[in-house]
């Protein structure tokens, strides 16, 4: 029969295996954050509104997650940054930067479409 120890440590394993340990921990972390955050509601609704570029930055930075795969990551900064559960439309955010969208850079997330513009930039 197997001790308390190794039982605990069986599921650990297999919660981790599929990944869901991981997710359980995220969303913990959220559930802490709003949870703290209602108690600074207060405080935080005296702080000036964030200008539209923070927004676009944040959505920014939620399709990297994203498209690396960083779910809970994403799901943090979602509640952290008091995100619309939608992302903004790609597209409005690529016109709100100037850019143009190409087959190769529909494939990426929009910062690795800024990087590459600043290093081509820098080696003209």
């Known amino acids: ?6 039982l605990i440590d069986a599921v650990r394993f297999s919660l981790e295996a599929d990944g869901e340990l991981s997710q359980m921990k995220a969303e913990m972390r959220t559930k802490i954050m709003k949870l703290l955050e209602g108690t600074q509601k207060s405080s935080k609704s005296n702080q000036p509104k964030s200008p539209q570029e923070v ?3 944040n959505e920014m930075i939620r399709e990297y997650l994203d498209w690396m795969g960083y779910k809970y990551t994403s799901t943090v900064l979602v509640s952290e940054c008091d995100l619309s559960k939608q ?3 790609r597209s409005l955010i690529a016109k709100d930067l100037g850019t143009t969208e190409t087959d190769k850079t529909k494939e ?3 910062l690795f479409c800024l990087v590459e513009t600043f290093k081509e930039m820098r080696s003209a």
Not at 1 to 6: I, L, Q, R, V, Y
């Open 1 to 6: 029969m197997a001790s308390g120890k190794e």
């Open 55 to 57: 927004l676009i930055l």
């Open 87 to 89: 992302p903004l439309d």
């Open 108 to 110: 990426l997330p929009l």
